[in-house]
């Protein structure tokens, strides 16, 4: 998903892993993994797209839903409150 986001290249590997939910309904993840150019020191880079993956009906809604909550969170500024909370934490110690 990430390379149709960014127009990058496609994903060097791809698996799938299935996640035992609470309630005991199995979940299937895809989970890409992209390169990256390596580190100055030469240490090789990768990043990682897991999402559910869409193989039923509800898991259409679940990404959906995921989708929102992250669009009214940056909406809505709560990233912004959260990081300056933390931050008045951090200087508060």
């Known amino acids: 998903m990430l390379h149709v986001y960014f127009r990058g290249p496609p994903p060097f590997d791809r ?6 939910r609470q ?20 240490e ?6 897991v999402r559910p ?4 009906p509800s ?3 679940e990404r959906v839903m ?3 909550g992250d669009l009214w969170e940056q909406a ?8 300056a909370a933390e931050k008045a934490r ?3 110690s």
């Open 53 to 56: 993956a869409i193989d039923r």
């Open 66 to 68: 995921v989708w929102g």
């Open 76 to 83: 809505s500024g709560a990233d912004v409150r959260r990081a």
């Open 15 to 20: 698996h799938d892993w299935y996640v035992l």
């Open 90 to 92: 951090r200087e508060s």
């Open 44 to 49: 090789p880079v990768f990043y990682l797209d």
């Open 59 to 61: 898991a259409i809604l």
């Open 23 to 42: 309630g005991g309904r199995e979940v299937r993840y895809v989970i890409d993994y992209y390169s990256a150019p390596p580190e100055p020191t030469g």
